[in-house]
């Protein structure tokens, strides 16, 4: 007769059944939250990860919408309001804050003609890209390069054409700190062409003789003084030697300021 009852090792089979398939759910449910807990540390990691970026890397700034100066624009400025924008400028120059511009598209809006609102003697020197100095683009101003921002005819050929033909209303002389120009006209050095060019930075030196420091090259301090006074020469010779410009400076239709790049910080100094 056979009895409804589990055989002993039917029972031992069930049994034994029912544990594997407890651990099976179990390992499952452990894998499952294990797999929740990797996901979110995952996540904690992106946002850290973010968080270390954004510390290191700043947001590029809102870039400052600039068009080609026109005609009009040009008119309606004062040497004052020019002079400022150009300390404003230098401002974002130092704080590595320039203005991004369409380079591209400057070009070809200022295909059809150019209303600088200033013109600059800077010196030849490559470590002072001029218009990067003011934050200025395409059309915006004149540079007249040459080493030691001296001025002889052409350059003042030049600033009169800036200014009596294109409506120019700003002048500045710009000299800078370390200038290599300024030191070799304090050592004499003659060489070719170059002790020329150096005879035109010779008053600058005569002029700083009262200085009471060591007069050498040597000396930054005592190079400044001439690099400054070499400023101050320039801009007395434009007024002497070209009567256009200085009547226009007289009639205020036109201003010429002084200024000095110091190379350490980047900042100019105007002299007004
Ligand atoms: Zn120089």
């Known amino acids: 007769m056979l009895h409804a009852y589990p055989s002993p090792a039917m029972v031992v089979k069930t049994s034994y059944l029912h544990v594997v398939m407890r651990l099976k759910n179990g390992l499952y449910i452990f894998l499952f939250v294990g797999l929740i807990a990797v996901m979110q540390s995952c996540g904690h990691a992106e946002e850290e990860k973010k968080t270390v970026t954004e510390a ?143 005879a035109r930075i010779k008053p600058a030196v005569q002029l700083s003789q009262t200085y009471a420091g060591e007069k050498t090259s040597k000396n930054i301090e005592y190079t400044d003084v001439v690099g400054n006074n070499n400023v101050l020469y320039a801009i007395e010779q434009v007024k002497k030697l070209s009567p256009v410009l200085n009547e226009m400076i007289q009639k205020e239709q036109i201003k010429i300021v002084g200024a000095y790049y110091d190379m350490k910080t980047g900042k100019v100094t105007f002299t007004e």
């Open 56 to 198: 290191i890397e700043p947001p590029i700034p809102k870039p400052v919408k600039e068009s080609v100066t026109t005609a009009e624009q040009q008119k309606a400025l004062t040497p004052a309001i020019i002079l400022q924008n150009l300390k404003d400028g230098n401002k974002r120059f130092t704080d590595n804050n320039v203005t991004a511009r369409d380079h591209s598209k400057l070009v070809r809006d200022a295909v059809a003609g150019q209303y600088p609102k200033s013109v600059i003697l800077s010196c030849l020197d490559s470590r002072i890209p001029v218009e990067d100095v003011f934050d200025k683009g395409i059309g915006d101003m004149f540079v007249a390069r040459v080493a030691g921002n001296v001025v002889n005819t052409d350059i003042l050929g030049s600033m009169e054409y800036a200014c009596k033909v294109s409506g120019s209303k700003l002048i500045v002389i710009m000299g800078h700190s370390n200038c290599g120009a300024v030191k070799s006209a304090i050592d004499n050095v003659q060489l070719g062409n170059i002790t020329g060019l150096l």
